[in-house]
């Protein structure tokens, strides 16, 4: 039989942060299978680790489809590699995702992990935009795997922020990002994630997002590291580093529950 982890990402608190499952299954296990459990999981992200020689092969399914990348699930595998002893905390982990090849090493009680840097295209303010997302925007971005980036002028207006979700499905953005300076000293910059396309309506905590936001925000302010605070009701803590063409991200894991699959 084939365990299922439920581990809590980006946080070190149970019931904190955002939840991922994950598994380790071998090549045979199908993808229709896959998505069937992520459907049957309902998180936002379910991980599937595929041990392929020293490295890991890693896909990642919504309840409704397949992405090529994720954050927090791939937080939450590296988590479990670790725990269960598959590789050592002095070495490193590289996963073969198809949004790329993604290199884990544990530092302490963070573990840190190296994504590429989205590009970003600043574009107008489409009309209707700041009806749909609950705020008046300052600037909008898009990037790849549609992802759209609004910037809004205080912690306020991403922590109030309502988006209309079936306005989003049907005349978009279907991904968006909002962000905001941090106001406090324990945060450099603020945001929330939603996906209603992807049936996520709001992400807890985004890693992956962090791929456009560091870039933007060395763009904004010439730092390259930065402490980031997800304002969504779980709430989850980042430490980012823009590396060139490169973002490192750390976060901190547990593990909630394991079950056995018995079918």
Partial sequence: M?????VDAFTDTPFKGNPAVVMIVDGDFRAEMMQNLAMEMNLSETAFIIPE?????????????EVPLCGHATLASAHIIYEQGLKKTNESIVFKAEGGELTITKQGDWIAMNFPAYPLTEMDIPAGFNETIGFEALEVYSSIYDWVIAVAASEADILHAAPDFERMKTKGPGHLMITAKGEQPDRDFVLRCFAPLAGINEDPVTGSAH??????WHQKTGKTEFNSLQLSKRAGRLKV??????????????TVFQAELKI
């Fill in 2 to 6: 084939k365990t299922i982890y439920q």
């Fill in 241 to 254: 580093k823009l590396l060139g063409d490169r973002v490192e991200i750390k976060g901190q894991a547990i």
């Fill in 211 to 216: 791929c456009a936001l560091t870039p933007l």
């Fill in 53 to 65: 020689g020293n490295e890991f092969r890693i896909r990642y399914f919504t309840p409704t489809r």
